[in-house]
Structure formats: C-alpha cells, structure tokens
C-alpha cells in the first residue's frame, strides 16, 4: 500500500461531505427561522371579533397607545363612506349619499376592546377588526378592516364597510374561512369629518370591495380636542373566553 486512497473513495467521501453540509445549513436555517407569531384575540362574540396581528408592512407603530373607548368611538363616528360611482352614472343618478361607517351598536362593541388591543399592542402589531350580522333578509353583512398608531396619526383601513353576503343554508354555521364572494359590495369611497383633519386617504387592492382597502390618515389628538366626546363606552369588554 502507498498510502494513496482510491479515487473512487475520495470522490464519495467528498460527496459525503456535501451532503452533511447541505443537511446542516437546512437544519440551521429552519432553526433560525422563527415561525410568524399567532394572533391574540382581545374580544370575540360570534363572528365579531377584535384582534392583534403582526403588521404586514414591517412598519414602526407607536404601540402600545392610550387610547380611551371613548376617543375611539369619538373617531369612528367621523368615518364616513359612500358609494364609488362613475362620470356616466353620476350623471344620471348624481353622487352617492354619504353614510356612517360604523353604526351606534358596532362602536359599542368595537371601542372598548380596540381600546385594549392598542394598549397590548407591540411596535410591530396592528389591530384588525371583523364583524359581522345577519340582516332581516338573511344575508350576511360585514365590515372589516384594521387600525394602527403612527407617529402623531392614526391609521385606520376599511377593506370591507357593511358589504352584502348571500345567504347560506344556516348564518349562524357560517364559516368566515371559506371562500364568499359578496351579492352586494360595490366600491366604496371614505373619509373623516371633520376633513381639516384627514391627512390622506390611500387606496388600494381591486375595482370591487373584496379586495378594496381605503386606509385614512388622521391627526387623531388634533381632531378629539375639536370634536365633542361621545359618552358611554367607558364599559368592560371582555374576551368571550372571559365572559359569565
């Protein structure tokens, strides 16, 4: 012997080495990867619920905030929506009547656990928020949608405002995970009264509400300082894992 392996055996022990290389680089890179965190729902009453999730955009929120029900409510109040409507269609009919965003009972539910979440929330969570009612025809109507503190403004985004779902066999079995595409959800416009303090609004997604998002930007402390508060949601709002 000369001391010399054969090259059949270097070749496969050169292989071999590879190979126990790509397995640990795998190994390290699933170990380093971290697993995106669950969402934590801060209030849940058959399907309406109020939750805080990562923030898609990787932005620096100012969270936690201190926000009161009150404030809240306060703002959503000044949300308003209307229908998108055409040139030819405007001409016809004229501009679609503006309507509150969020109706009396839904900020009752909506404020004091939006409330909460914010005061839970980390720099890199936002608050998303669904509900949803069955109306006198059957049908499924809902609202969707998130808000976020950022520096001195709140962010506050409408994906889905009182859309109309068709009715299933059974509203109360309805599942919010399968596919539904909505009987009436036309585009929508937004905005904030007072509008001195609407800072912008961002429009995004499709030409039909399902994937439609109008995010408003709003100098929020500006604005409660002008607005009369609205009293009576300073109430607790427990998660329904919570409640008796």
Known sequence: MNGIGHP?????????????????????????????APAKTVYQSGLNQVRIERDP????????????????????????VWERRNALHRLFVGQADKTRAFRDGEIAVLAPAMAKALSQA??????????????EHGEEETSTGWLSIQDATLHLALREAHDRHGPGPDISKYDRQMPNVPERSPAFDATFEPEEFLVNVRSGGGLFAPDQQEELIIRYRDALSAMPAQPGLERDNKPVSEQH
Do not use: K
């Not at 080495?17 to 390290?28: M, S």
């Not at 969570?125 to 009612?133: E, F, K, M, N, T």
């Open 8 to 36: 059949e055996h270097r070749t496969f022990s050169r292989r071999g080495n590879l190979l126990l290389a790509v397995i640990a680089a795998a190994i390290a890179t699933g170990c380093a990867a971290q697993p995106p």
């Open 57 to 80: 955009t990787s932005t620096t929120n100012a969270h936690p905030a201190s926000l009161t029900a009150t404030e809240i409510g306060t703002l959503l109040r000044g949300v308003r």
């Open 122 to 135: 980390s720099p890199a969570d936002l608050v998303y928020y669904h509900l949803s009612h069955a109306t």
